[in-house]
């Protein structure tokens, strides 16, 4: 009677110490050392195990996606500040919004600049508008819910703005709690978003502190550019007053670096010297400078919808995801 000889059993049986199957994707045919390499580039480490560093100068972080909300609401208002003009505030603010759109976050762009950029970049004509944020502000008789107008994006709203709110800042000045007026005109809708942006004018005046007041958090959009480093100690100063003064809440809930240039040292010493002097409150999350964002105002889109794919696009779905977290 003949009998089969079988291969004999390994004198240990147990779990790899080496994870081969685990790391290679099932494949006992497959070496350790090639599927350890593509799990370190899906982290985004070095092939020698080292983890990748970012244009921060700090190892690149990886963040998950946030879970679904059960619920909506309060929203957590956002302001989008810097006194410096062209340092990207408005693109920011319609770009980070239709990214938190995208993770089920209701939105509210707020346009609290009398040149309407928000508006136009989200396809709307200022000029053309009957009732804007000014109304809303001035006249207690005109509800927020009246104003508000839908995007072409899912789930973002917006409250327009053009030239009549730089009376605004004159009028309020003879109002009782004239710093309060934008919490007052936001109360109504709290509970119906998630997140309420404000896009600020570039000024410290009446209407910033405005935003401020109302404000559980500021974003600093900052350009990687000598000159826009020397205006941040300014701002931050007056962050600080209001939070004394009106909103003790009031926190910065981070720099945001743009318009950064990865083939210039001179971008490269401006991030260093964000990254030395306000550490952990500097975003992981960079903007670099690209065509599509020009682009995306003449179509009146956010990037995330004109170039789904390119790199402006997953920037700003990984800032929303450190918004989120943080």
Known sequence: MS???????PAHA???PLNIATESGGDPGESAAPARKRKRKRRGDRDDGTPKVGPTGRPVREIPEPPPLE?????????MCNQKGGV???TSTINLGAALAEYGRRVLLVDFDPQGALSVGLGIQPHELDQTVYNV???RSVDIVDVVRSTSVANVDLLPSNIDLSAAEVQLVAEVGREHTLLRVLRPVMDHYDYVLVDCQPSLGLLT???LTAADGVIIPLECEFFSLR???LLIDTIEKVRERLNPKLDITGILATMFDPRTL???EVMARVVEAFGETVFDTVINRTVRFPETTVAGEPITRWAPKSAGAVAYRTLAREVIRR
């Open 88 to 90: 990207g505030k408005t």
């Open 14 to 16: 147990g779990p790899d």
């Open 137 to 139: 502000i001035m006249e």
């Open 209 to 211: 502190v405005n935003a």
């Open 266 to 268: 001179h971008s490269k």
């Open 3 to 9: 009998t089969s000889h079988q291969p004999a059993a």
């Open 231 to 233: 205006g941040v100690a």
């Open 71 to 79: 619920r909506h609401g309060p929203a957590r208002v956002m302001a």
